[in-house]
Structures are given as C-alpha cells and as structure tokens.
C-alpha cells in the first residue's frame, strides 16, 4: 500500500531568489494538500542530520552549507500516492534534467540548489515530516 503523505522543504536559493510564493501556489495548483506549513532556518548540524544518509557522498559538506546558509520552508503535503507524485511533480534532481513546468526546470539554479526537496519513500517522509513538525501542528 503506498502512502498519501510527503514532506518537502523549499530550499535557499529559492526563497532568496523570491519564488517562495509561486512555489506554494504551484503545489496547491498541483492538487497537494498542505498538512503543515513552517518558516524557518536550519544549522549546520541540524541539515547533517536530516541529510545523515548522504554523509559519505562528495556533495555532503556543500549540500548541508548550503542547506543552513539562510531561511527555508518545511512542509508536509498530502495527496494520493504522494512520494511518487510529488517527485514527478517536482521533476529531476538536476534542473536541467527536469521535465518543462515542473518546480526544479522553473525555480532550480544547481543540481544543489534545485529549489525544493521531496522525501524518496514513506518511511523517510514520516521521519522527515517529524523532523520538522509534532503532531499538534498537522491540521
Ligand atoms: P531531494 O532528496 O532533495 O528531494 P533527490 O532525492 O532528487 O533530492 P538525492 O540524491 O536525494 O536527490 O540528493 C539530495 C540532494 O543533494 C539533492 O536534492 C541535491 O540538492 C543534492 N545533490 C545531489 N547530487 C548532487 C551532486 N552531484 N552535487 C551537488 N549536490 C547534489
Ligand atoms: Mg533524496
């Protein structure tokens, strides 16, 4: 049985670049349901934990720099089948890569900086969505 959560984080870049608005209105627009919503910044040591599974990938250090170095939003979605459908929606890992009209092709500059993340999996989405938010901040 497949999951109708996911959990996804607008990246740095995206919100310096001023595309937090569109991006939101693109996943509502995209039928996600949003569960819960969170403005905020991460530290370095809390971007190592969430992307502890990527410790030993040569990006790791950079990924999680760029991860800390300024405001993010955290937000867990729903929507039928929501890990696959949220990662076609968002579109390959490298922009350039990503199918027209998806969030990465508009809004991702770098394959690091790729405007948004979406969980791989059920159970990470759970562990991410609780990285981020208790239960009492679900609607
Ligand atoms: P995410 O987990 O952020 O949704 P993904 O599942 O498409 O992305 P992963 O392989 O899990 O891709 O990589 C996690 C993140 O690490 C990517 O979103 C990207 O920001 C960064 N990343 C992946 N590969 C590279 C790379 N070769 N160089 C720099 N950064 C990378
Ligand atoms: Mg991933």
Partial sequence: MTGNITFTMIK??????????KIIAQIIEGGFKI??????????????????VHKERPF???LTDFMSSGPIVAAILEKEN???AYRDFIGATNPADAAEGTIRANYGTSIEANAVHG?????NAQIEAG????????V
């Fill in 35 to 52: 569960k819960a919503l969170k403005l905020t910044t991460l530290t370095k040591e809390q971007a190592m934990e969430f992307y502890a």
């Fill in 60 to 62: 790791y250090d950079g």
């Fill in 131 to 138: 990285f981020f938010f208790s239960k009492r901040e679900w």
């Fill in 119 to 123: 969980s791989d999996s059920d159970e």
């Fill in 12 to 21: 740095p870049k995206a919100m310096e670049n001023g595309n937090m608005g």
């Fill in 82 to 84: 929501a890990i696959k």
